[in-house]
């Protein structure tokens, strides 16, 4: 059960050959500005398991596992959100123009220990991944960063742009997860899997 409909999260997920079925969940985000990026991004991941928990407990077992995800992405040790509007949008780009940004994901997963007896009583059992990268763009022309804007792209993405769309041809070099960049780290959700006794070369 995914917690998100991401289409990138989800696009990773069919990549390594998971079946899922996309589910919405709403969670608060709280103040950014002085909490530590990765502290944020594992508190968030693991407040949307709880709110997913809440409402499609009766979905989840042991043989079914809830997974949620939650990026940001850092710049001086402060978190940049999703652009607010065009003005923030251009703020965000000049400022990492020519830098070198952190951008962290964590996941949650989720199952329950339904053996002993009924689902009501089941024990939780969550274990949550962080993965970080970095990413360094090279300048960013101020009429590129205009028309990225207009692409629509942006909008709604963590830091205003997405790795595998068009900013692509301004990043001089990434460090770590490209996958975690786009939103789901398949190596730590490999991990995290296998904390659940599933292993990818396995088909039920």
């Known amino acids: 059960l995914l917690a998100s409909r991401s289409p990138r999260r989800q696009a990773l997920l069919q990549q390594l050959q998971i079946n899922y079925r996309a589910v919405d969940v709403e969670v ?11 502290f944020y991004v594992k508190s968030m991941a693991e407040a949307k398991a709880m709110a997913a928990l809440a409402e499609y407990r009766d979905q989840i077992s042991s043989r079914r ?36 940004h952190t951008v962290f994901t964590a996941i949650t997963l989720v199952g329950l220990d339904d053996k002993p007896g009924s689902l ?68 730590e959700l490999r991990k995290a899997l296998e904390e659940f006794g599933y292993y990818l070369m396995e088909r039920e």
């Open 28 to 38: 608060d985000e709280c103040a950014k500005g002085c909490i530590m990026p990765e």
């Open 65 to 100: 596992l809830l997974l949620t995800a939650d990026t940001v992405i850092s710049y001086a040790g402060k978190i940049i959100g999703k652009p607010e509007s065009e003005a923030h949008f251009l703020e965000i780009m000049r400022r990492l123009s020519n830098k070198t």
């Open 120 to 187: 009501a009583t089941a024990k939780e059992k969550f274990v949550t991944m962080l993965s970080e990268s970095s990413v360094t763009f090279s300048i960013l022309p101020e009429d590129f960063i205009h028309h990225y804007w207009q692409s629509g792209e942006p909008q709604d993405k963590a830091g205003g742009y997405a790795i595998q769309g068009m900013m692509a041809g301004y990043i001089e070099s990434i460090e770590g997860s490209y996958s975690g960049i786009m939103g789901l780290p398949l190596f």
